[in-house]
């Protein structure tokens, strides 16, 4: 016979410690009112919740009109690595905070983010961190679902206006990677990925920024990875054979570190020395690129500071009796490593 677990309950957490039920809600934050704790009672009082595994009900909560201490995120199913990173101090802050999250997934769809977002609101979330939202073509439908939300932060640059988010300058960090080749490379190329995503246009700018102020803007050497089904690795030997060897190129920039690899081992299989003969560089900063022999040459997104402005943002939101969104600009920076 299965028991059920029973449910703990303000009175049981009173009766471990042996206070009034009045007095655990005061310091568990299930009730409201003038009672006086002092510091000693409330840590053995929460000390006492912790270990009698004791969980608020969300649902009372939300009918008193209590903070739920809950933050919703909003990611894609099918995100890059470094995603993971950021959601990592996301919930880094917003535990240090006195929050917890909820997740949800959805992968190329604003309809399903929309669906998550209202079942945030359902269990009462106090805000909502949006780190997907990039979908060509569903813009409209963005603007449409999105346009009166409220105590959100997006992460990247957004079509809604009026909205807190994070912008992360992606212009400036290829512009400066380009720029630092360009000081000892001629024919200088960036492989990449889908054009019609925001993230993709700005590396692009920042590229050719770099070529205009050598004066080389007409010189580009772009190439476009085609949605294909086959793995990152032989996209790779194709951008090699395709694009790197009849171009002559004698430095490149990868789409991220992981293709980067790639292209570095198939340079090295056609005897193509790294650095000395093309500099190869890549993005995301992944912990393994500096593992690589050659050491890779990156961009890091700077993931814990997005991470931290954006709970930061939040509770900004969250305090104020009257908030103005805000923006928030954070720069990647270039790590140079061996293969450069």
């Known amino acids: 016979m299965i028991t059920r677990k029973k449910h703990v309950t303000l009175t049981d957490v009173a009766r471990e410690v042996g206070v009034s039920r009045a007095l655990v809600g005061k310091v568990l934050g299930s009730c409201s009112g003038n009672i006086r704790v002092s510091a000693e009672t409330a840590r053995i009082i929460r000390e006492a919740a912790q270990r009698l595994h004791y969980q608020p009900n969300l649902s009372a909560r939300a009918l008193t009109g209590q903070k739920s201490g809950l933050i919703g995120v909003l990611i894609d199913a099918q995100p890059p690595a470094?995603?993971?990173?950021?959601?990592?101090?996301?919930?880094?802050?917003?535990?240090?905070?006195?929050?917890?999250?909820?997740?949800?997934?959805?992968?190329n769809s604003i309809d399903s983010l929309y669906h998550h977002y209202s079942n945030f609101m359902q269990y009462n979330v106090d805000g909502v961190i949006c780190m997907a939202h990039d979908y060509p073509g569903q813009e409209e439908k963005l603007r449409e679902l999105f346009r009166n939300t409220g105590n959100i932060v997006f992460i990247e640059k957004t079509i809604l206006e009026n909205v807190s988010c994070i912008e992360i300058d992606r212009v400036a960090a290829?512009?400066?990677?380009?720029?630092?080749l360009l000081e000892t490379r001629k024919r200088v190329g960036i492989v990449l990925e889908n054009p019609l995503y925001c993230s993709v246009r700005q590396r692009r700018e920042g590229y050719y920024r770099a070529l205009g102020r050598v004066g080389k803007e007409e010189n580009g050497l772009t190439y476009y990875v085609p949605d294909a089904k086959i793995s990152q690795e032989e996209m790779m030997v194709r951008v090699v054979e395709e694009f790197i060897v009849p171009e002559k190129l004698d430095a490149v920039i990868a789409p991220n570190d992981l293709a980067a690899s790639h292209i570095m081992r198939n340079l090295l299989r056609r005897g193509i020395q790294i650095p000395k003969e093309i500099a190869v560089a890549g993005y995301d900063n992944e912990p393994f690129a500096k593992s690589l022999y050659p050491s890779l040459t990156t961009?890091?997104?700077?993931?814990?500071?997005?991470?931290?402005?954006?709970?930061?943002?939040?509770?900004?939101?969250?305090?104020?009796k009257n908030p103005v969104p805000q923006a928030v600009r954070i720069t990647p920076c270039v790590i140079r490593r061996e293969s450069i």
């Open 82 to 107: 470094v995603t993971f990173r950021t959601l990592a101090f996301i919930d880094k802050y917003a535990t240090e905070n006195g929050y917890r999250l909820l997740i949800g997934e959805a992968h």
């Open 174 to 180: 290829v512009e400066a990677l380009a720029a630092l």
């Open 299 to 320: 961009i890091d997104d700077r993931n814990e500071e997005v991470g931290r402005c954006a709970i930061q943002l939040l509770l900004e939101l969250l305090s104020a």
